[in-house]
């Protein structure tokens, strides 16, 4: 039967030290894979009066839960927004899609067109996200919680 002299031990446990307070100190979320979800959207403005081709603008700020690492990229349709102002026309910023988002840059300013002009807005927003390394193929869609804002709650931009 094998004894360990207490050196033996002693030397282990010196070595093990140092393996526990690197694990201790990584963060949890470092290697983190999941996609974004949603944060908080807040519409910040709209457009005063109609705009060209009936367009009311509406701007929002999405803020998304970024973790890890990864770079991510987020694609919103106007099928992707509903409101209470009337189906999306169509989104006039970002001009393109996808926009990427991190955990060092996680918010997107969106401005969108509907087809009305109404002092309140009820409003409804989902998007697909992919990792940037992958293909959309393996994109996933998540939705905001609903918003809803008052009559008069939204000012003019």
């Known amino acids: 039967m094998s004894q360990y002299s207490r050196r033996t031990v002693v030397r282990g446990a010196a070595w093990s030290i140092p393996v526990v307070a690197?694990?201790?100190n990584a963060p949890a979320f470092a290697a983190s894979t999941d996609a974004p979800r949603p944060g908080f959207l807040t519409v910040t403005c709209r457009t005063n009066g109609q705009g060209q081709n009936n367009c009311q603008g509406y701007r929002l700020v999405l803020n998304f839960q970024v973790e890890g690492t990864y770079s991510w990229n987020i694609r919103i349709v106007p099928a992707q927004?509903?409101?209470s102002a009337?189906?999306?026309g169509e989104i006039k910023q970002p001009p393109a899609f996808p926009q990427v988002v991190s955990a060092t840059s996680n918010t997107m300013d969106l401005w969108f067109c509907a087809a009305s002009?109404?002092?309140?807005?009820?409003l409804d927003v989902s998007y697909s996200v992919w990792r940037s390394d992958l293909d959309e193929s393996t994109a996933v869609v998540y939705s905001f919680p609903q918003q809803v804002y008052p009559g008069g709650s939204i000012k003019g931009c």
């Open 22 to 24: 690197v694990a201790a």
């Open 117 to 122: 002009s109404p002092s309140g807005l009820t």
């Open 81 to 83: 927004i509903t409101s």
């Open 86 to 88: 009337g189906a999306t």
